[in-house]
């Protein structure tokens, strides 16, 4: 039988949309995160992602400080 091939990438890539951000957390806190986006039904990225920016408005809007 014949191998499959891979698809062939191309070599230049378009530019990303989005940017990666890590964050480091105490265990605990990251078990709270955990327990709150499963009760939410969402990934704990998505859940981060939600407060980060529900607190970028708000500052926003608060006028930066």
């Known amino acids: 039988m014949a191998r499959k091939r891979a698809p062939e990438v191309p070599a230049s890539q378009e530019e ?11 265990i605990a806190d990251n078990r ?7 009760t939410l039904g969402l ?3 998505s859940k981060v992602r939600m407060a980060v920016m529900k607190t970028s408005s ?8």
């Open 43 to 45: 990934t704990k990225a």
């Open 58 to 65: 708000a500052d926003e809007e608060e006028g930066g400080k």
């Open 32 to 38: 709270r995160l955990e327990r709150q986006a499963r």
């Open 16 to 26: 990303k949309a989005q940017m990666a951000v890590r964050l480091e957390l105490p």
